[in-house]
């Protein structure tokens, strides 16, 4: 027989059931069906802040999946809310926190790695196969975007921010991030001259970034005249050159030598038949690529400095539209003993002349996103316009060249960005969406 004690009732445990509130989400259900839709948000959970969105930008790739629903390789399973490039206010604290309170201001980092790899272990968690990255549809099911009302995020990955940095700025501490990034990976050495390709947000902080890190010499380029110029006026950068594109007149966005609403490695002539590029001689499109990057180092040649012909070309060429072209054009501009740094993701199969960087010992590096670059981002934001600090980084909040108020206004806000001009011919730059 049993003993009685086993007749006594033990505590019944109920779960704890937390309180669950309704937000406000901007959400993709395919090409360019953006809904307004509401949802359920839980409290924050062990770990976790609830943060009220702020501010968010609207990313090259957020474009790309609000038009094909799909960006480069990855393709959208399910609905999905963009938008990574965020910052806000702290509205809840979870559980095991500590250092935030009610009220704070932060940025966002919005790729979450698991923490416990060896890839993670070592400090390179941007390489971290189980990172799940907010608005990409890498994930499955996918992690959403900011670009709602309210997120529970991990209190790690939230840095706070002083009183005197803009929710603008912040938000744009982002592609900073990229930036500092492909620079760190470059090694810039004091004096060094570089190339950038690509002057949209990332390829204008990628410039900065290499002057920040000692550049002399920073060229950008691009097809978009208004871009080249802001970059120049700025002081993003100390050259700019301008590619000619005689063979396409659309004012939409965003890249080099290629009308961006093309699909990739094709070209549009005058009478507006597609020639797919691989009808052309591979040989003559290096040629193009080969006198192109002539013509860019003709702006900055000195005539007693590069006298020898045999070591004409810049210390670092950072790659930022992730065209074919222009990885051509980037192995050419290159000293020997240089290196280009691949910073955009665009043509996943690229034929390159590798016998370019092989010879001469051009080394090819390739950055994915940016790690441990936060911290850096907000130190070089508090540095802005202090005398004595030698080069500073251009103002964050003069790129923001368009903002709309409230998600409901989030399919004009993509629209828009997907454009180098506005209906007024006024430049487009960076677009955010505001709470």
């Known amino acids: ?89 702290v509205v809840a604290i979870g559980p095991q926190v500590s250092g935030f309170s009610i009220g704070d201001r932060v940025a966002l980092e919005v790729g979450v790695a698991c923490g416990q790899c060896t890839i993670c272990r070592k400090g390179r968690y941007n390489l971290c196969k189980r990172m799940r990255f907010r608005s990409s549809a890498k994930s499955v099911p996918h992690y959403q975007g900011t670009l709602q009302e309210r997120i529970n995020h991990p209190a790690i990955w939230c840095h706070k921010l002083p009183d005197n940095i803009s929710f603008d700025a912040a938000a744009l501490l982002e592609p900073l991030s990229v930036g500092i ?36 010499q920073v060229t950008i380029t691009d097809v978009d005249q208004g871009r080249v110029d802001y970059a120049i006026s700025k002081g993003f950068a100390t050259h700019g050159y301008v590619v000619p594109r005689p063979l396409h007149t659309s004012s939409s966005s965003s890249s080099i030598f290629t009308n961006s609403n093309s699909s990739s490695g094709s070209s549009t002539p005058l009478d507006g038949i597609a020639t797919p590029s ?76 590798l016998s370019v960087a092989h010879l001469r010992e051009i080394d090819i590096l390739g950055i994915f996103r940016y790690a441990n670059t936060y911290a850096t981002g907000i130190r070089m934001l508090c540095n802005q316009g202090k005398s004595g600090a030698g080069f500073t980084l251009p103002s964050l909040d003069d790129m923001v060249t368009h903002r709309f108020k409230g998600l409901e206004n989030a399919k004009g806000a993509f629209e828009l960005a997907s454009r180098t001009m506005d209906h007024d011919g006024n430049l487009v730059l960076k677009v955010v969406i505001e709470a």
């Open 1 to 89: 027989m049993a003993p009685s004690a086993a007749c006594e009732h033990a505590p019944m445990h109920l779960p704890v059931l937390s309180k669950a509130s309704s937000i406000n989400a901007s959400v993709l259900h395919g090409p360019r069906d953006l809904r307004l839709e509401r949802r359920t948000i839980e409290e924050p959970g062990l770990g976790e802040l609830q943060i009220a969105v702020k501010t968010t930008g609207i990313c090259g790739s957020d474009v790309s999946y609000y038009k094909k629903f799909a960006n480069g390789d990855l393709c959208a399973c399910m609905p999905l809310s963009l938008g990574h490039e965020s910052s806000g206010v």
């Open 278 to 353: 691989s009808t052309l001689p591979f040989r003559s499109s290096l040629d193009s690529a080969k006198a192109l990057a002539a013509n860019m180092l003709a702006l900055t040649q000195n005539p007693i400095l590069d006298s020898d012909d045999e070591d004409i070309g810049v210390d670092a060429t950072f790659e930022c539209t992730g065209k074919e072209v222009c990885m051509h054009t980037a192995l050419y501009a290159t000293r020997p003993g240089g290196k280009v740094i691949m910073v955009g993701m665009g043509t996943p199969i690229q034929t390159l002349p």
């Open 181 to 216: 990034h492909a620079v760190n990976r470059a090694s810039p050495a004091p004096g060094s001259t570089a190339l950038v390709l690509g002057a949209g947000t990332v390829g204008l902080l990628t410039a900065a970034m290499a002057r920040q890190a000692g550049c002399t």
